[in-house]
């Protein structure tokens, strides 16, 4: 049986480590998510992406202001949403090393675009190409709604990332 992590109740607010140790117990599907201003493009790997509505479809994705493709989507007004294969986990760890230059990020995979520019990975899960609609500011975050202009996507299995490491979907039953 899992062993249950408790902490003591407390009234205010939660701390930064227990909110993670909780967190790292969430599965989560893994995206890259990219953008393009001119003929720089850049990209992150991403799990705090959602969908938000389908009139009119819509996506959500949280981003680290201090990360180095943040300003892509600022000056672009647009990005991709990619969610990964489970044979892609080698894409996810391209886009989460950080300091990596940019386009050594996108030596691995066939990468195109739909409507907007912003790099597409061919052979993923679900790809969203999205205008940014509106922005809120989150302490270190910024999270983008997004208009979905464009959309591929195939049957078969996403990656997912839980307790520091990437996973595969297994049947349940
Ligand atoms: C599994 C996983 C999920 C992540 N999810 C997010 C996320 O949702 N938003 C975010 O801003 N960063 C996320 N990150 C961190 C970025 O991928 C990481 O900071 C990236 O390398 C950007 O670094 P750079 O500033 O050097 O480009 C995640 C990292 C991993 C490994």
């Not at 062993?3 to 003591?8: D, G, L, N, T």
């Not at 201090?66 to 044979?87: K, V, W």
């Not at 979905?148 to 990437?166: E, I, Q």
């Amino acid at each position: 049986m899992a062993e249950m992590i408790a902490f003591p109740t407390r009234s205010e607010a939660v701390g930064e480590a227990e909110f993670k140790i909780a967190m790292r117990q969430v599965a989560a599907s893994v995206a890259i998510v990219t953008a393009r201003s001119g003929k720089l493009r850049n990209g992150l790997t991403a799990t705090a992406v959602c969908s938000v509505a389908s009139t009119p479809p819509t996506m959500l994705v949280c981003i680290n202001r201090s990360a180095s493709a943040e300003p892509l989507i600022q000056e672009s007004g647009a990005f991709a949403i990619n969610f990964l294969t489970d044979g892609q986990h080698g894409i996810a760890r391209l886009f989460s090393t950080s300091k990596l230059a940019p386009e050594d990020r996108f030596v691995e995979g066939t990468w195109g675009s739909l409507e907007t520019g912003a790099p597409v990975l061919e052979g993923t899960v679900a790809s969203f190409d999205c205008r940014v609609e509106s922005q809120v500011l989150s302490g270190t975050h910024h999270i983008y709604l997004g208009r979905v202009v464009g959309v591929t996507s195939l049957d078969t299995d996403v990656l997912l990332y839980r307790d520091g490491s990437f996973r595969r979907l297994e049947p349940a039953g």
